[in-house]
């Protein structure tokens, strides 16, 4: 596969999650307009009997951000991101609700794809 087709996949993929939620590669991100996303993605490493559902919120300037950062961890509008290496991120926020943090994990095709339909 060489690059114009990687190119023809990706906007292909971004025609099918403008119209509504966008399916990631682990979990689902849902568009609430304005550049915002709640992010929602389910931990196997929960213990049984635990909520298995991490959700958190990130901005299109989150994204934004994340994507040219070398830096080990950054502050967010609302949470902290850790970076991991080849382009992953573990995204934690402090949930109010459940009263414990959230944690989602991003990398490079999730952070493309949630801005290329802010």
């Keep these: 596969m060489d690059a114009k087709d990687d190119t023809m996949n990706f ?7 403008v119209a509504g939620d966008v399916k990631l590669e682990d979990g689902q991100a849902y568009r609430m307009g304005e550049g915002l996303f709640v992010i929602d993605q389910e931990d196997l ?3 049984e009997g635990r909520a298995r559902n991490q959700r958190i ?19 967010l509008e609302d949470g902290t991101a850790e970076n991991m ?11 109010e609700t ?16 949630l ?4």
């Design 85 to 95: 290496g080849d382009g992953i991120w573990i995204v934690l926020q402090h949930d």
């Design 45 to 47: 490493t929960a213990p």
């Design 115 to 118: 801005l290329a339909v802010a």
């Design 57 to 75: 919120v990130v901005t299109s300037r989150d994204l934004e951000a994340m994507q040219g950062c070398n830096c080990l961890t950054m502050e």
């Design 11 to 17: 906007e292909k993929v971004v025609a099918q999650n």
């Design 98 to 113: 459940v009263g414990a943090v959230q944690n989602v994990v991003l990398n490079d095709n999730d952070r493309a794809l």
